[in-house]
C-alpha cells in the first residue's frame, strides 16, 4: 500500500475535525454571539477534544481569521463569476450585492470575520485578494477599457471600504438599499469615466 493511501485516512479525520470545529465556532458566532464564543464552547460542539482543537488552532481568533478567509475568498470566487459572465456595466449591482450581502451568516457575523481576518494577518491581506482576484479574471474578463494597477485597485478597493466604514460607524444608521444605491452610482460612474478615457485616446 502506498503512503499516500496508508495516510489518507487521518488526513480525512483531520479535516474532517477542522471542518467542524469551524462550523461550530460560526454556529455560535451567528446564533449566540461573540460573546459567547470560546475554544472550550467550540470545541465541545464541535464534538472533539480540546486538545485536538488546540492541534489545528491555537486560539479563538485564529477560528474567527480561518473563517473570514473562507469568507472572503468565497465573495472574490463570486465576484470573478460575475465579471466573466456578464459585461462590467451590466454587473456592478450584482457586484455590490456580492459584497453586501455574499458568503453565509447575518450582516454583524460577516463583518467580525472580516475585521477577524484583517486583525490576524494585517492590512496585507487586502493586497492578498486583491492580487488573487485579478488573476482569477486575468484573460476571462472583457472590459472596454485597459484596466490599469490603479484602476483596479480603485475598483476592487472603492467600495469594500466604504462598506468597512459603514459596518464600523452603525450610529449612522445607514439604510442598505439606499446605501447600495450610491455605491452602484459610484461604480457605474467611474467605469463610465474610464470608458470615456478610454475612446478618446
Same mark, same amino acid.
Given at each position: 500500500?502506498?503512503?499516500?493511501?496508508?495516510?489518507?485516512?487521518?488526513?480525512?479525520?483531520?479535516?474532517?475535525?477542522?471542518?467542524?470545529?469551524?462550523?461550530?465556532?460560526?454556529?455560535?458566532?451567528?446564533?449566540?454571539?461573540?460573546?459567547?464564543?470560546?475554544t472550550?464552547?467550540?470545541?465541545?460542539?464541535?464534538?472533539?477534544?480540546?486538545?485536538?482543537? !488546540?492541534? !489545528?488552532?491555537?486560539?479563538?481568533?485564529?477560528?474567527?481569521?480561518?473563517?473570514?478567509?473562507?469568507?472572503?475568498?468565497?465573495?472574490?470566487?463570486?465576484?470573478?463569476?460575475?465579471?466573466?459572465?456578464?459585461?462590467?456595466?451590466?454587473?456592478?449591482?450584482?457586484?455590490?450585492?456580492?459584497?453586501?450581502?455574499?458568503?453565509?451568516?447575518?450582516?454583524?457575523?460577516?463583518?467580525?470575520?472580516?475585521?477577524?481576518?484583517?486583525?490576524?494577518?494585517?492590512?496585507?491581506v487586502?493586497?492578498?485578494?486583491?492580487?488573487?482576484?485579478?488573476?482569477?479574471?486575468?484573460?476571462?474578463? %472583457?472590459?472596454?477599457?485597459?484596466?490599469?494597477?490603479?484602476?483596479?485597485?480603485?475598483?476592487t478597493?472603492g467600495?469594500?471600504?466604504?462598506?468597512?466604514?459603514?459596518?464600523?460607524?452603525? %450610529?449612522?444608521?445607514?439604510?442598505?438599499?439606499?446605501?447600495?444605491?450610491?455605491?452602484?452610482?459610484?461604480?457605474?460612474? !467611474?467605469?463610465?469615466?474610464?470608458?470615456?478615457?478610454?475612446?478618446?485616446?
Amino acid at each position: 500500500m502506498s503512503e499516500k493511501k496508508r495516510r489518507s485516512p487521518r488526513q480525512a479525520r483531520a479535516q474532517a475535525s477542522v471542518e467542524a470545529i469551524l462550523e461550530a465556532g460560526f454556529q455560535i458566532l451567528e446564533h449566540e454571539g461573540e460573546g459567547a464564543l470560546n475554544t472550550n464552547l467550540i470545541a465541545q460542539r464541535a464534538g472533539v477534544s480540546i486538545g485536538t482543537l !488546540y492541534q !489545528y488552532f491555537s486560539s479563538k481568533e485564529e477560528i474567527l481569521a480561518e473563517l473570514g478567509e473562507r469568507h472572503a475568498r468565497a465573495i472574490r470566487d463570486r465576484i470573478a463569476d460575475i465579471l466573466i459572465k456578464a459585461p462590467e456595466q451590466s454587473s456592478v449591482r450584482a457586484i455590490i450585492r456580492a459584497l453586501m450581502t455574499g458568503g453565509d451568516g447575518s450582516p454583524a457575523t460577516r463583518a467580525l470575520l472580516s475585521e477577524a481576518l484583517i486583525r490576524h494577518k494585517g492590512e496585507s491581506v487586502l493586497s492578498t485578494h486583491h492580487l488573487a482576484f485579478l488573476d482569477s479574471i486575468s484573460g476571462r474578463a %472583457e472590459f472596454r477599457f485597459p484596466l490599469s494597477p490603479e484602476a483596479a485597485f480603485v475598483l476592487t478597493h472603492g467600495a469594500i471600504c466604504l462598506l468597512r466604514a459603514a459596518a464600523a460607524e452603525p %450610529e449612522l444608521a445607514l439604510d442598505r438599499d439606499k446605501l447600495e444605491d450610491e455605491l452602484v452610482r459610484m461604480m457605474e460612474s !467611474y467605469l463610465a469615466a474610464l470608458s470615456l478615457s478610454a475612446s478618446a485616446n
